[in-house]
C-alpha cells in the first residue's frame, strides 16, 4: 500500500468518526450549531479531515508529503537519490585531494 493510499484512508476514517460523533453530539444535545464555540471544533475537524483524504485522491497539496508511488518505485527512487549522493560525495572528496596535493605541492617548492 502507498504512503498516499494509508493517508487517505487514516484521514478518511478519522473524519466519518468525527462526523459520527458530531451526530450523536447533535442528537445529545451536547452540541450546538446555532452558538458559535468549542463544541464547533469537532465537525470542523471532521469537514477537514474529509476534505483533505478527497484532496489526496485529486493530487491536492499533500500528494507532496505521501506519494502515490508503489514499494518498488519508491525503493528504485531512494536507491537512485543515494547513488546520486554519493556520485557527489566521491567528486567533493576527488576535489578535496586534489586542493591538498596542489597546496602540499606549492609548500615544497617554497
Known amino acids: 500500500m502507498s504512503p498516499a493510499a494509508s493517508a487517505k484512508r487514516i484521514l478518511r476514517g478519522t473524519g466519518l ?8 453530539g447533535l442528537m445529545s ?33 499533500l500528494s507532496k508529503y505521501f506519494p502515490d508511488e508503489s514499494r518498488k518505485e519508491m525503493v528504485s527512487r531512494v536507491e537512485s537519490d543515494l547513488m546520486i549522493q554519493q556520485k557527489d560525495l566521491h567528486i567533493t572528496d576527488a576535489w578535496a585531494n586534489l586542493e591538498e596535493s596542489m597546496l602540499s605541492n606549492e609548500l615544497e617548492q617554497e
Open 17 to 24: 468518526g468525527l462526523v459520527l460523533a458530531s451526530g450523536l
Open 29 to 61: 444535545g451536547m452540541l450546538s450549531l446555532t452558538e458559535l464555540g468549542p463544541s464547533l471544533i469537532i465537525p470542523a475537524l471532521a469537514i477537514l479531515s474529509v476534505y483533505l483524504a478527497s484532496s489526496l485522491e485529486k493530487g491536492g497539496k
